[in-house]
């Protein structure tokens, strides 16, 4: 879709060709049809009035929720739950019924605005229903019931920030959940979350088809996976020895990576003939993740005489039957990786037999390379300083594949990743170890004159890499 600012922008040099005699009159004419240059200045008013109304719908609500405020402990039960239910189905009424009216941008746009208020107001019908009862519980537990109420009315009224909205809420459940409940004992709810943030959130992505759905979803997946991970890690722990269980190894080394880099849009009923992306988000996510995994992986904390020193832990006690969901949870997802790896393997042109191309090649001995590292420094002998230069050494082929990939492809979030983790990488080597004041200033210097170097060199090579490709279509064309 072509933003107001681009046809604000064409109409003004339009004119100008059309008065300097670059272009005739009827082929201003044809510009002025295709993008609406007439209803430039009816939609720059209709903007106008959705702001005032808006900031008008604030004024009001601040003066009823003063004036509810002020009377509520007069009132009775009846008046109150009157007042909070009229006031939630008066607003979602009024946002459903302009959000409908798509004919006039600023009537929907209004309408997205009150439907939103009524997810918020969902909440406080939740609260305050609850406090006129007398019923109590923990806070989580509002949060937790008020983002799946915001879920069914994203379902249902197909819309994006109702969407954003309710993941928000779902997240300071999880997170909120922590804090009222026992570590050793954590709820059904919590170790199903990042299947059922996978189920209803990544269907929620397709329905409306947001990117802003999926990607945050998928970031809230891996924080949700990751973290009941190293508390199922924690409850096994034994205290007299460092080494942890080999369970560790499918929770931040191998699984979240693994099932980011082989997501595929194609999911049966999940999927639309027009592709959206994900899988090109869903693999962003995942070089994101593994850069900062093997940063904090390559500090030298690998040779610290304690970590010899500790004896090995063997798992006499099995994990805890309160458990089993999580584990479930990570069964049916190491089914889902591995069938994703397989089809991964059989899209390419020769169907007959199993191959990944060079990115997923490169992608997965890394991940295995990590996985191997730390599994034989916990369960065999301890590396040392052979695992801090082989993480440095992957952070390094990381960076530079990024940039690698980046220049044939002319994209600059790939390249401008991959000189952050070269330029992290090189400053925290430079910090951790013992290095003069004069070296760090060296070190400095040239980084930056570096990066400044990089960044022009870089823009002139996506100019170069443009005029190629427009020279290539006009001589096809």
């Not at 947001?210 to 997946?221: D, E, G, H, T, V």
Request: net charge positive; proline share 1%.
């Amino acid at each position: 879709m072509v933003s107001d600012k681009f046809k604000y922008q064409l109409r003004k040099e339009a004119q100008k060709w059309q008065n300097e005699g670059l272009i005739e009159s009827d082929i201003y004419e044809r510009l002025a049809t295709r993008y609406h240059f007439e209803k430039l200045e009816t939609i720059s008013n209709n903007r106008f009035l959705a702001v005032i109304i808006t900031l008008g719908f604030i004024l009001l609500g601040l003066a009823v929720i003063t004036f509810v405020a002020a009377n509520w402990q007069v009132w009775s039960k009846l008046i109150k739950v009157s007042i909070l239910l009229g006031f939630f189905i008066l607003i979602n009424t009024a946002g459903f019924y302009l959000y409908r009216e798509q004919s006039e941008d600023w009537k929907a746009r209004l309408g997205q605005g009150l439907l939103l208020l009524g997810g918020l107001s969902l909440g406080a019908n939740i609260g305050l229903m609850s406090q006129i009862f007398h019923q109590t519980g923990a806070t989580y537990k509002l949060f937790w019931f008020w983002g799946l109420g915001v879920l069914f009315m994203a379902y249902g009224l197909r819309l994006t920030s109702l969407g954003i909205l309710s993941l928000i809420l779902i997240g300071i459940s999880y997170f909120a959940s922590f804090y009222a409940i026992s570590m050793e004992h954590l709820t059904l709810q919590i170790q199903l979350m990042p299947l059922l943030i996978a189920v209803l959130f990544v269907s929620l992505a397709y329905w409306c088809k947001s990117r802003w759905i999926f990607a945050l979803s998928i970031i809230l997946f891996t924080i949700s996976l990751n973290t009941n991970f190293t508390i199922l890690v924690v409850n096994l722990y034994d205290q007299n020895s460092y080494f942890l269980p080999n369970i560790i190894f499918l929770g931040f080394y191998t699984l979240p990576s693994v099932l980011l880099w082989a997501y595929q849009d194609d999911l049966g009923f999940l999927s639309n003939r027009v592709s959206l992306g994900f899988s090109a988000i869903s693999r962003k996510i995942c070089i994101f993740y593994l850069g900062l995994l093997f940063y904090i992986l390559s500090f030298n904390f690998w040779s610290y005489d304690n970590l010899s020193s500790r004896k090995k832990v063997t798992i006499e006690s099995p994990i805890p039957s309160d458990w089993f969901p999580f584990i479930a949870v990570l069964t049916i997802l190491l089914i889902v990786s591995v069938w994703w790896w397989w089809k991964l393997g059989r899209s390419q042109r020769n169907n007959l037999l199993w191959r990944i191309d060079r990115n997923s090649s490169a992608i997965g001995i890394m991940i295995l390379t990590n996985s191997l590292l730390v599994w034989w420094h916990q369960r065999i002998n301890p590396l040392g300083e052979f695992a801090t230069v082989m993480f440095n050494l992957l952070l390094f082929l990381l960076a530079i594949g990024l940039i690698q990939q980046s220049l044939k492809s002319g994209k600059r979030l790939g390249y401008w990743w991959g000189i952050i983790l070269l330029s992290v990488q090189l400053f925290s080597r430079m910090l951790e170890y013992d290095t003069g004041l004069l070296f760090k200033a060296v070190v400095l210097f040239i980084s930056g004159i570096s990066v400044i170097f990089a960044g022009i060199w870089f823009e002139n090579h996506l100019k170069r890499l443009q005029h190629v490709r427009t020279s290539e279509d006009g001589i096809s064309s």
